[in-house]
């Protein structure tokens, strides 16, 4: 763990992530995306996380480090391996939805608190009130860390509803 940075991701790190999407299990695939995910489906969400959100001066085909995803991504980096990611993603003005993925090689080191740090201080810094995070019941790792952070859970129909206020 002594080698980990953890970084905002640009649109410079676009085939990190999907190499990391593409790396996890069937059964971290399904806890991420509530079901499997081809290399195609995988491919055509990156695209989709990564479209062009410029915070500098420059056009739309940019692939400048101004350039930002249009949720907020943070990485894991061993080196130059992107072995986890957090997801913030605006619902509303003051609004966002959690998600995480860690490569299987890196559980259970702590990652996932650095990451799930690393989200929680940008959503407030960017004023955001409340973060969602919806489960599978089945995801005891990620409900742990979630609890350990504040997230309360209420279950609905076949997933955890959790909120944390900030």
Do not use: W
């Amino acid at each position: 763990m002594d080698n980990i940075q953890i970084r905002l991701l640009t649109t410079l790190d676009k085939e990190a992530f999907k190499e990391h999407m593409n790396r996890l299990d069937s059964i971290s695939k399904n806890y991420r995306f509530f079901g499997g995910m081809s290399k195609y489906a995988i491919e055509d969400y990156v695209n989709k996380s990564f479209n062009h959100k410029c915070f500098g001066n420059c056009d739309i085909k940019c692939e400048k480090e101004c350039c930002v995803p249009t949720g907020i991504y943070y990485g894991a980096f061993d080196g130059d391996c992107l072995c986890g990611v957090g997801q913030l993603q605006p619902i509303s003005k003051y609004c966002a939805e959690l998600a995480f993925s860690i490569d299987d090689n890196y559980r259970k080191k702590g990652l996932g608190i650095l990451l799930f740090q690393a989200i929680k201080d940008i959503a407030i810094a960017f004023h955001y009130t409340t973060l969602n995070l919806i489960i599978l019941p089945e995801n005891i790792a990620m409900r742990n860390l979630a609890i350990k952070f504040g997230v309360k859970f209420e279950f609905s129909s076949r997933e955890l509803n959790g909120r944390l206020k900030l």
